[in-house]
């Protein structure tokens, strides 16, 4: 049986029981409401991020990891496409989910939950300028193609929570100014494994007040921070670590 640790919030968990779903795989999963709420949990990964495979004796770390271990140990309904050409698209795409998509509506979004102060002045038109070059990207991506790459694959797959989270940002992409983007998001909400992602975030969001999540201190990893600095927000970030804020992964 295929363990999966998780987050139900989490985009890469959501990856992750997605490509389970989509290769028909049965798998127990385990909640991950903060880097303390599962005893043991940093003897399977020091880090303490999801998602974490357990399948038998393998222990897979890390998204795109998970998923290339599990299209070369079940291959049924493959989410790495066999073309070279097709697969670097596809590739390509979910290190921009995972990286930018992700910084974006994380750092956004943490204030639904934490208790930061005041959302640091520009964050928002920030993101608003970085996501119209996502979408006008991926407009052009889609241009002849139902999917990002061709046939389905891990790139629709990593997009979708992102591209699903962009509405509770307020700042959609539009049926008008990106037509292309707008049909594949439709398409893909269609799917059976993708209606399931929906219907669970749905009841997360709902009791996201009753989750014993961390929200006076909040672990800033990779991307999520780089993207902050990199917008020039690090005077904000320096206060947050000054009161104490800040958990680091290790």
């Not at 798998?27 to 999801?50: G, L, Q, T």
């Not at 390509?92 to 204030?111: P, Y």
């Not at 320096?238 to 958990?247: C, F, G, H, L, N």
Request: with cysteine.
């Amino acid at each position: 049986m295929i363990t999966l640790y998780g987050s139900g919030f989490s985009p890469f968990s959501r990856k992750i029981q997605m490509v389970l779903e989509y290769k028909s795989l049965d798998y127990d999963f385990i909640e991950i409401e903060n880097e303390n709420s599962v005893k043991a949990f940093d003897k399977i990964n020091p880090r303490k991020e999801v998602p974490v495979l357990i399948d038998g004796d393998n222990i897979v770390i890390n998204s795109s990891d998970i998923a290339a271990y599990l299209d070369h140990q079940y291959p049924n309904n493959s989410v790495l496409p066999n073309k070279p050409s097709e697969r670097v698209i596809a590739r390509k795409w979910e290190r921009i989910s995972d990286t930018l998509l992700d910084a974006i509506t994380v750092d956004l979004l943490i204030w639904s939950w934490a208790n930061l102060g005041p959302r640091p002045k520009g964050l928002f038109e920030a993101a608003k300028h970085d996501l119209e070059i996502i979408y006008d990207e991926l407009e052009l991506e889609l241009a002849n193609n139902q999917y990002v790459s061709g046939s389905l694959s891990i790139a629709d797959i990593a997009l979708f929570p992102h591209l699903g989270a962009v509405k509770l940002l307020g700042m959609p992409f539009s049926k008008e100014a990106h037509p292309n983007v707008y049909a594949w998001f439709k398409n893909m909400r269609s799917l059976n494994f993708c209606q399931a992602d929906l219907d669970r975030i749905k009841v997360w969001l709902a009791t996201v007040n009753e989750r014993p999540l961390e929200k006076n201190k909040i672990a800033w990893r990779g991307d999520r921070l780089e993207w902050l600095m990199a917008k020039g927000f690090h005077d904000w970030f320096y206060t947050q670590i000054e009161q104490d804020k800040v958990i680091w992964p290790i």
